[in-house]
């Protein structure tokens, strides 16, 4: 008994060492379980909690910006443009069917269908970065499109696993047409090209929405390597992107977006490559307006980056044909023989009451140097005479009011101011008449009587700067001795034009966005700063300059014209620059002529240097294609301005000289008369600092920083000479 309950107990026994190692298993299998659950849980909750804690971050700003383009007033003709690249997005229904077909087979079969990330990419690229390869690519197009616009373009693990969180929740945001357009519209094709629309311009010279399906193919095809697929760079890339082209093409067959039969007929060869045209997109006067615009902008409260990448569409002032009237009518005079980088010629015009520049030339292309003549000047000599007249007018004087013409006038404190060739015009000629023959000792002796400050608050009133170089209240200001720019004076003599109401000159007409609505526009600011009976005086004085004097050159254009010449000396004697300052009702010109860097003489280098010469010459040619076409405008009438400023007549000042030839002078004479007796010459106006030497910048200021040379007020009068006109 003992025996078989032995056995029966070892049996008993033996089954529960069987149950309890089954027993065990369980324990560990549900443990395998539980934990991989519970890895699997924390895995899922892991990935949820960076999904959700991943944030869409703000577009690189390199590529959410957009080309600003400047035209023409009307805003139909384009100028230029300002990009920090070469893009311009397009909608997809302007990229035709095939280039998307083509893109999508060679960059990513299954965009339509896989949800924005290939998982297998990314393990790939964790296998090559650990072997020490950190190029391994093969991403989505939705991976791509993330990394160009949102992330930068390292390569790395990290950077591959945040692209994926991106481009998941891309894939919620966006429906796939939405990111194969933004993929387009960023991708890098080369050749400085990033979109679809910038890269069939830069290899096929045409719009994007014209390309055919043979050159979809090859843009696809630069895709995978721009720097190294670009056949213009050699044979051995031309042979590469043959390989990848027909890749390409293989590849449309395959995913059904290309049938095999023009399949074969597009293999083995590459389209027709254009000739691109290479222009420099800053030639000419381009750069200049460019840089005008920008200038303008900025003073209006836009930034570099909404100018250079905020796709501003904006419309100037400028027409067409007033800038070639600038260009063609200086060609057609000025000499031949100088170069444009020593004899500068400056050129502009504005529009009597708008205040609108319409049109200017530099002196030079921009290219061979970024200094605009037309926005730095120089001393503009007597043309600074009308705003003393309109001073005077504005002031209780008539045009029929006397000055001593005589020449030297003898100051009270000894100093001594000559005319040209010292003549003489007699001690009491009218307002009207000084200013016909610009009569230096006329207008020195109405400054002493009116006041230097009026003479200068009646120019900045009209439009002159009063921070410009030079520009004081002294004997000799209406001689001009400051530095003024052309633009600067057409606007101010557009003032005289407009019967006496200013109006800021500027460039800009209308600023939008690319939705076309309205970010800035151009408003009204005009003012009255003359009296209109003032301003139809002294434009009555200027016509006469055109009609019996100094400015009758100009007559040619065969319309009613106002003006004055004006020849400016430097501290040294030396014709310094030479000007004509016009205009019509429709339209105000300043055409300037300097040398060098603005300090170098005129005389002894240009065979006429007057204002009434080349300056009046140019003006008339500028102003004859400026106005064709236009109707004749009529000033009007003069004001009669009843001088009551006096009241007693003025005691002359001057040593009586004849008035019926020059008297000799030991002063120094123009070497040539600019026109025959008894034309009236001009006088040079000395100034009495040297012109300031301008500074080649990019972007060039309107007013350059005067010399430091300090004024000599009365040895510049002692050397005083006429030559102006």
Known sequence: ?????????????????????????????????????????????????????????????????????????????????????????????????????????????????????????????????????????????????????????????????????????????????????????????????????????????????????????????????????????????????????????????????????????????????????IRNVNGGQRGFVLDLVRQELLAEGFSEQEIDGGGLRVRTSLTQPAMNAARDGMQAVRPDGFPASDLHVAVASVEPGSGALRGFYAGQGYLQSQLNWATTGSSPGSTFKAFAVAAALQNGFSLDDTFDGNSPLVLPDGTDVENQGNQSYGSAITLETATENSVNTAFIDLTLELGAQKVLNTATNMGIPQNAPGLEANTGIALGSATISPIDMANAYATIANRGQYTPVHVLEEVTDLDGRVLWEQFDESRRVLRQDVADDASYALQQVV??????????????????????????????????????????????????????????????????????????????????????????????????????????????EPTSAPSPTSSPTPSESPTPSPTPSESPTPSPTPTPTPTPSPTPSPTPTPSSSPSDEQGLLGRMFDEDG
């Open 1 to 277: 008994m003992s025996s078989a309950g032995k056995t029966a107990r070892t049996q008993k026994g033996g089954r529960s060492t069987k149950s309890g190692g089954r027993s065990l298993w369980r324990r560990i299998l549900k443990g395998v379980l539980v934990t991989g659950l519970l890895g699997t849980a924390t895995g899922i909750a892991v990935f949820l909690f960076v999904y959700a804690s991943t944030d869409v971050p703000d577009p690189n700003r390199d590529f959410q910006t957009q080309t600003t383009y400047v035209y023409y007033a009307g805003g139909n003709r384009e100028i230029g443009r300002f990009e920090e690249q070469r893009r311009e997005s397009v909608p997809l229904g302007d990229v035709p069917q095939h280039v998307q077909d083509a893109v999508i087979a060679a960059e990513d079969r299954t965009f339509y269908s896989n949800k924005g990330i290939d998982p297998r990419g990314i393990v790939r690229a964790a296998f090559s970065n650990a072997q020490g390869n950190a190029t391994q690519g093969a991403s989505t197009i939705t991976q791509q499109y993330v990394k160009v616009l949102y992330l930068s373009t390292e390569q790395s693990l990290t950077r591959k696993v945040k692209e994926a969180f991106v481009a998941l929740k891309i894939q919620q945001q966006m429906s796939k047409r939405e990111i194969l357009q933004g993929y387009l519209n960023t991708i890098y094709f080369g050749r400085g090209a990033y979109g679809i629309e910038a890269a069939a311009q830069a290899f096929f010279d045409k719009s994007a929405s014209e390309l055919t399906v043979a050159e979809g193919a090859v843009l696809a095809a630069v895709l995978n390597s721009p720097g190294n697929l670009d056949p213009k760079a050699g044979e051995d890339n031309r042979q590469a992107l043959q390989e990848r082209y027909d890749y390409v093409i293989r590849s449309m067959v395959e995913t059904g977006t290309l049938e095999a039969s023009e399949a074969a007929e597009l293999t083995g060869s590459l389209p027709r490559f254009p000739q691109i045209r």
């Open 547 to 656: 009609a019996e004097g100094t400015g009758s050159t100009v007559q040619s254009i065969g319309r009613p014209a106002a003006g004055k010449t004006g020849t400016a000396t430097d501290g040294n004697g030396n014709v310094s620059s030479s000007w004509f300052v016009g205009y019509t009702p429709q339209l105000s010109t300043a055409v300037m002529y300097a040398r060098g860097d603005g300090n170098d003489p005129l005389d002894g280098y240009l065979p006429s240097f007057f204002g009434s010469v080349y300056p009046a010459q140019t003006w008339a040619a500028v102003m004859s294609r400026a106005l064709e076409g236009t109707d004749v405008a009529e000033f009007p009438p003069p004001g009669d301005v009843d001088g009551d400023a006096r009241t007693a007549p003025p005691t002359p000042t001057s040593t009586p």
